[in-house]
């Protein structure tokens, strides 16, 4: 039987040689270059230099994990960074292709609106019934600003997620590292007790969009609920209407993403009303990576709890040794631990079974995607930094 | 002959529409039976009240519509008005229906079933009838194709008959919805529906508003 010192010692973060880490980072750096170093799709300097500083960053912080053997402060950098790059490229791409970062109608009619991941479970009822896309894009590129069509992002989206589940929400999605950004400036919350059931909202807001876009044959969240269509592009209000629906688009950012993440240190968009964060819950149960309590180490100390950015960890659920199915894989809970006894988990393994290989797989497969997906958002972020630089 | 064939028409029309009648319907139904009790039977009593009264509100309209000689219009009349009347009304009752179900689980999941007969189930049922009655009345798409063949017809009589068999045909799609009381009712469930509730009213809410002041839709 260990002791407690024992165990303790057990619990330290595995920290690596810096050759090992070299070794265990090489595949990482290939893959930065085979996405960043390519001169045919960047085609000036500012981009070149942006591609070259994204894969850097990329490569340095997985470096970082491998090191120091803790995910959640490093995936932070990275996280927060596409958070606010992202509107940077996006906005400059608008202005540059529309003049303006508000929607016209005739851009609608004519199926060229950029379609995120978003909408996708708001399509899916509707495409049923009707075999039509309540959605004013393309399936395919269509021009202007509808990048490479709905498919594509349908497409990407599915991969990543079959693979990384909810890991979506903290490695691929360019909404959510703004509030993580916010929640990571107080030093402690100011508001510490919030009640369990507002993590119900969420399934409510899936529910009611769902059921609306539906009824009424339009992207019901993109169309009213949406906050961060007051960093990407807004309605363009010709009336009052108009006018309402971006009122909530600015109230819900600045409530939800701005003001309540510095109060409580939460990401409550995430937590509480992103319909698309309920609707991949669902796939964490398709995904193979998990993270499981091991219960003989674990002292109810309710630092795993505090430190969950998404209220993924209950007393319940720390009892039954597993998180909520809307954990979102961002590692703070197993960084938090004293005594390592919340762990990357493989279904099929024994819990608690070499947590660090469980670890390792889930990073190579997050981080692959990360590099590709938020890594060239992140470089068209930076590019157009240097543009206006230059 | 001609009456055979011109309810086997109406019938076809409904069942043809059922899709997009569940679509219309859906944001107000299945929050509702959600906030229910669990089962079956509770379910389908509730589903057959809604279907009732939705039916009312169909012969009514019809009728008054008839009187009016406004039946054959629908497409071209001002719909904005009454149809921004029924959302206000709507989320009105969406709201009081997700008041009312709010100690709805604590009875369903409680150990006796005589706490069932509480006050909060007939609440329930009259929210199920008010919920149908107001959706009857919503011009939705097949509601109107079905007003537009009805005012061809030669007397009122028919015309009901032509809705009545064209009710019958949507309401085959709505009867998979009895299955949603298969489903396990607990405070997550319950809660869940009764926040979808409180939202879908608001959305009504600022449509209804915004048709009533006779604003148009976005970007427009």
Not at chain 1, 54 to 73: E, Q
Not at chain 2, 57 to 65: E, I, R, S
Request: net charge positive.
């Amino acid at each position: 039987m260990a002791t407690e010192a024992q165990l303790l010692r057990l619990a330290r973060p595995a920290t690596r040689t810096m050759g090992r880490s070299v070794l265990l980072t090489l595949p990482i750096v290939l893959w930065s270059f085979l996405m960043f170093g390519n001169p045919s799709v960047h085609q000036d300097l500012q981009a070149h230099i942006a591609g070259a500083m994204t894969a850097v960053f990329m490569i340095v912080l997985f470096f970082m994990m491998m090191k120091t053997g803790t995910t959640y402060r490093w995936r932070r950098w990275f996280f927060v960074s596409l958070g606010l790059l992202f509107p940077i490229g996006f906005i400059h791409n608008v202005i540059a292709m529309r003049g303006t970062m508000g929607i016209p109608v005739e851009e609608m009619i004519a199926g060229r609106t950029p379609f995120c991941f978003m909408p996708i479970p708001l399509l899916i009822l509707p495409a049923a019934f009707t075999r039509t896309l309540v959605f004013p894009g393309s399936i395919l590129p269509n021009g202007g600003m509808s990048g490479s069509g709905i498919a594509a992002m349908v497409g990407l989206w599915l991969a990543i997620t079959l693979v990384i589940g909810k890991g979506w929400c903290s490695y691929a999605c360019f909404f959510g590292g703004i509030e993580e950004g916010m929640a990571a400036v107080p030093k402690r919350a100011k508001i510490r007790k919030i009640d369990p059931r507002w993590r119900y909202l969420t399934w409510a807001v899936l529910l009611a969009m769902v059921l609306l876009s539906l009824a009424l044959f339009e992207p019901a969240y993109c169309m009213w609920l949406c906050p961060f269509k007051a960093v990407s592009e807004y309605v363009a209000a010709r009336n009052t209407v108009g006018l309402i629906q971006n009122g909530i688009f600015v109230l819900l950012f600045a409530g939800l993403v701005i003001a309540l993440p510095l109060l409580t240190k939460k990401r409550t968009q995430c937590s509480f009303f992103c319909p698309f964060g309920a609707f991949q819950s669902i796939f964490n149960k398709t995904s193979i990576f998990e993270v499981k309590i091991d219960q003989t180490r674990c002292k109810p100390c309710v630092l795993c709890q505090n430190a969950c950015p998404n209220m993924s960890l209950s007393k319940e659920s720390v009892a039954r040794g597993e998180a909520l199915m809307s954990c979102m894989k961002c590692g703070a809970c197993v960084d938090a631990c004293p005594r390592q006894a919340v762990v990357w988990h493989i279904k099929g393994t024994k819990v608690a079974w070499k947590p660090e290989r469980a670890r390792l797989m889930f990073l190579y497969a997050a981080w692959a995607m990360a590099v590709m997906f938020g890594g060239s958002i992140i470089a068209q972020g930076i590019a157009t930094i240097l543009h206006f630089l230059a | 002959m001609v009456g055979p064939i011109l309810f086997g028409e109406a019938l076809a029309l409904g069942l043809a529409s059922g899709p997009a009648c569940i679509a219309a319907c859906g944001p107000v139904l299945v929050p509702s039976l959600l906030t229910g009790q669990a089962g079956l039977r509770p379910n389908a009593r509730t589903l057959t009240v809604f279907l009732g009264a939705r039916l009312l509100g169909y012969l009514l309209f019809a009728v008054v519509a008839w009187e009016l000689g406004i039946l054959a219009s629908l497409v071209t009349a001002p719909r904005g008005l009454m149809i921004g009347a029924v959302y206000v009304l709507l989320a009105g009752v969406l709201l009081w229906y997700a008041y009312s179900a709010k100690h709805i689980c604590a009875q369903s999941c409680s150990d006796s079933k005589l706490v069932n007969i509480g006050e909060n189930k007939h609440r329930l049922v009259a929210g199920a009838a008010a919920l149908g009655f107001l959706t009857g009345l919503n011009l939705c798409p097949p509601f109107v194709v079905a007003g537009i063949r009805a005012a061809g017809l030669g007397s009122v009589v028919q015309a009901l008959l032509f809705f009545s068999f064209f009710f019958v045909g949507t309401s085959v799609w709505f009867v998979p919805f009895a299955g949603l009381g298969c489903m396990v009712r607990n405070q997550a469930v319950n809660t869940v529906a009764r926040m979808a509730m409180a939202l879908i009213a608001l959305y009504y809410l600022i449509l209804g508003i915004a048709m009533l002041l006779g604003r148009k839709g976005y970007g427009h």
